[in-house]
Nanobody
Framework: QVQLLESGGGLVQAGGSLRLSCVASGSIVRINAMGWFRQAPGKQRELVATITSGGSTTNYAVSVKGRFTINRDNAKNTVYLQMNSLKPEDTAVYYC????????????WGQGTQVTVSS
């Protein structure tokens, strides 16, 4: 099994920054790409950013492109999400997810961390 533990959420004013971290433990060899997703109240969970296993390729939602940066440190089994120029519409629970090599699906999920951006 794989466990994902997020940290770094909190309350920030619009225009501010936060960095989320996600540490993976357990059967790390089962993991391929990793990503961040978010879910705002009353809305469906949406993809924020993903990164391949080696870190060479990233993908971002249009709404965060140019403001958020995803990267990973495989030596520490950690993926980060640097969020700059935050907007109230970025308020959501942010989830770390890992893609299972066997299925190519995001089968592993963290518990989520709350990010609240005040106007």
């Amino acid at each position: 099994q794989v466990q994902l533990l997020e940290s770094g959420g909190g309350l920030v004013q619009a225009g501010g920054s936060l960095r989320l971290s996600c540490v993976a433990s357990g059967s790390i060899v089962r993991i391929n790409a990793m990503g961040w997703f978010r879910q705002a109240p009353g809305k469906q969970r949406e993809l924020v950013a993903t990164i391949t296993s080696g870190g060479s390729t990233t993908n971002y939602a249009v709404s965060v492109k140019g403001r958020f940066t995803i990267n990973r440190d495989n030596a520490k089994n950690t993926v980060y999400l640097q969020m700059n120029s935050l907007k109230p519409e970025d308020t959501a629970v942010y989830y770390c997810a890992a893609q299972k090599r066997a299925t190519s699906s995001y089968d592993y999920w963290g518990q989520g961390t709350q990010v609240t951006v005040s106007s």
